[in-house]
């Protein structure tokens, strides 16, 4: 899998969660089928975590700080 077609919200991609994948909270909206690749900023490929904030914990967003952008993303 790689960034594209991962869903944030679905599949498992945090390896530091016990579930792998997060659920929004807040009552915003936000679309169900995020994909993990609108998260990563272009040619640094750093985590886009600003516009997740909103919707996570302070440990999730820790979890995906923490986590490796692979090549493949």
Do not use: Y
């Not at 909206?29 to 900023?41: D, E, F, H, K, P």
């Not at 979890?63 to 692979?70: L, M, V, Y």
Request: contains cysteine; proline residues 7%.
């Amino acid at each position: 899998m790689n960034g594209e077609s991962v869903r944030i919200w679905h599949d498992r991609w945090i390896p530091s969660l016990p579930h792998g994948h997060r659920i929004p909270q807040g009552n915003m909206l936000v679309s169900r089928n995020l994909r993990v690749s609108s998260l990563i900023c272009g040619p640094l490929r750093t985590w886009d975590i600003d516009f997740l904030k909103p919707f996570i914990s302070d440990e999730e967003c820790k979890a995906i700080i923490n986590t490796s952008i692979g090549d493949q993303m």
